[in-house]
């Protein structure tokens, strides 16, 4: 009998590993030449997180529960310290300290968010505290509407102002999860009362439809910018990261769905 532990744990840390080691080479990429200490600092980062992934990935749903506890720990911790080091780039970005560095303070903002998400994970799974499914739908959605809000922000900005169509799609997705954000900030205050089945379940669907179309438009931006179609200051990994990411809701919203109704999409 697989330990459900043991799989949830692994296939937590295999997917944010990855990204926390590709968010290290993002915000080398965006240092200023002089910045030598943090260059030196992100590339220690992707080193430890590269280790961590690989380490994830030999592990099997067979190996111990209590090594997999121990290794959660350890994880949380290279996480907080990629936090404290995410932070510390956002105070020197918003106190000037950094003039002509090329990481956007709402960026850097992002990627320590998705680190304090990876943390808490580890911190509930090694708890085994899970908040109960209806909390689960709201929290979850609010914390990734605003993610993939952002995701739309960074590309309309990074894509180089020529690109007019693409630019004005990426607007477009950008006010559409900002509304969706909103409307799921207004369900979490009228909880306990708006987790009614029917509420969350139209709320899941709703949300389905624009991550859908996100996913898509990400997938296109990716294959464009990886053909070399298109132009931009978009990293080709950093359009696969955002793919990779709203992929990762939609399989949220679908295990909800399924927990909901017991149904598959
Ligand atoms: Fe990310
Ligand atoms: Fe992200």
Redesign the pocket.
């Known amino acids: 009998m697989p330990d459900a532990f043991v799989a949830r744990s692994l296939e937590e840390i295999r997917f944010w590993s990855r990204i926390m080691k590709e968010h290290s080479l993002f915000l080398r990429l965006g240092f200023r030449c002089e910045d030598t200490t943090l260059i030196n600092e992100a590339n220690q980062f992707y080193s430890i997180f590269e280790n961590i992934e690989n380490r994830a990935n030999q592990f099997t749903a067979g190996t111990d529960p209590n090594v997999i506890r121990k290794f959660n720990e350890e994880v949380h911790n290279a996480v907080s310290h990629i936090w404290v080091f995410k932070r510390m780039i956002l105070q020197l970005i918003l106190t000037c300290q950094l003039p002509g560095a090329n990481n956007f303070p709402l960026l850097v903002d ?1 990627t320590s968010r ?1 680190a304090n998400y990876f943390r808490n994970r580890l911190a509930e799974l090694n708890a085994g505290r899970l908040d109960p499914l209806p909390d689960a739908i709201i929290n979850e959605n609010v914390f990734f509407l605003r ?1 993939m809000a952002d ?1 739309a922000k960074f590309i309309s900005h990074l894509l180089d102002p020529s690109e007019r169509k693409l630019v004005d799609q990426a607007n477009e997705f950008s006010h559409d999860f900002d509304q969706l954000l909103y409307q799921a900030v207004d369900l979490d205050s009228m909880r306990p009362q708006s987790q009614t089945l029917p509420m969350l379940d139209q709320f899941l669907d709703q949300n389905r439809v624009s991550v859908v179309a996100l996913r898509d438009f990400k997938k296109t931006a990716r294959d464009l910018i990886e053909a070399c179609r298109i132009k931009s200051i978009i990293h080709p990994l950093l359009a696969d990261h ?1 793919y990779r ?1 709203a992929e990762h809701f939609l399989e949220i919203i679908d295990m909800f769905e399924l927990s909901l109704t017991g149904k598959k999409n």
């Open positions: 992002h998705e993610i995701h955002v990411e």
